[in-house]
């Protein structure tokens, strides 16, 4: 009887050692997921577009942008010249209510300029640093899920000429670029973190 026992002992953890072993290569063997893409936008005669993101019809640049400012599932670093575009502030105030941890660096002179919608990052308690010089911070760009560790998720960077205003988005030819590549994603976090530490927090 003794000898059954150990016998199915065996054979179990042969078994389930087998199975781990498996399934930690395979995923180890998994392709990590690539995007690149590029959004342009302008001033035309593009028609609006119903978006699952928006309650207002917009334009197509505009909702494909939608969609990956509503991709983060850990975390959100924004590194933005001015931002006074309604659409893209609800979505990181509704963001920040759903867990997600949002960081924004603006530039100190247009944090406060008619429109800007800084104030309202602040007492929805996200963090906003700025830096009073007479230099610009004239980033623009963000960081999606980039501290995150787990490795079903794909880091992405969102960089290109594009402020959020309603000027950018609905009039002028602007663009922004979105990839997953590792080495530029370092490069931008790098920085990021480097004016984040620079930078003061936003008092009122």
Aim: proline content about 3%.
């Amino acid at each position: 009887m003794i000898c059954y026992k150990t016998l199915f002992i065996l054979l179990s953890f042969t078994v389930v050692t087998h199975a781990a072993y498996n399934y930690y290569f395979e995923k180890k063997k998994k392709p990590k997921r690539e995007i690149h893409d590029a959004i342009m936008f302008s001033y035309d005669a593009e028609c609006l577009t119903t978006s699952k993101y928006s309650r207002c019809k917009v334009t197509k640049s505009m909702d494909r942008l939608l969609y990956y400012l509503n991709q983060p599932k850990y975390n959100l670093d924004v590194c933005m010249y001015v931002l006074t575009n309604v659409e893209l502030t609800k979505t990181l105030i509704a963001l920040n209510y759903r867990g997600i941890k949002i960081r924004i660096i603006a530039d100190a002179d247009m944090a406060y300029a008619p429109g800007s919608n800084i104030r309202k990052f602040s007492k929805c308690g996200i963090p906003v640093r700025w830096m009073k010089s007479t230099n610009l911070m004239h980033h623009k760009f963000c960081l999606i899920d980039t501290l995150s560790q787990n490795t079903d998720v794909t880091p992405l960077l969102m960089v290109g000429s594009l402020n959020w205003t309603n000027q950018a988005l609905c009039g002028n030819n602007e663009n922004c670029l979105i990839t997953s590549q590792e080495q530029l994603i370092k490069k931008y976090q790098a920085e990021f973190d480097k004016l984040w530490d620079l930078f003061k927090p936003i008092v009122e």
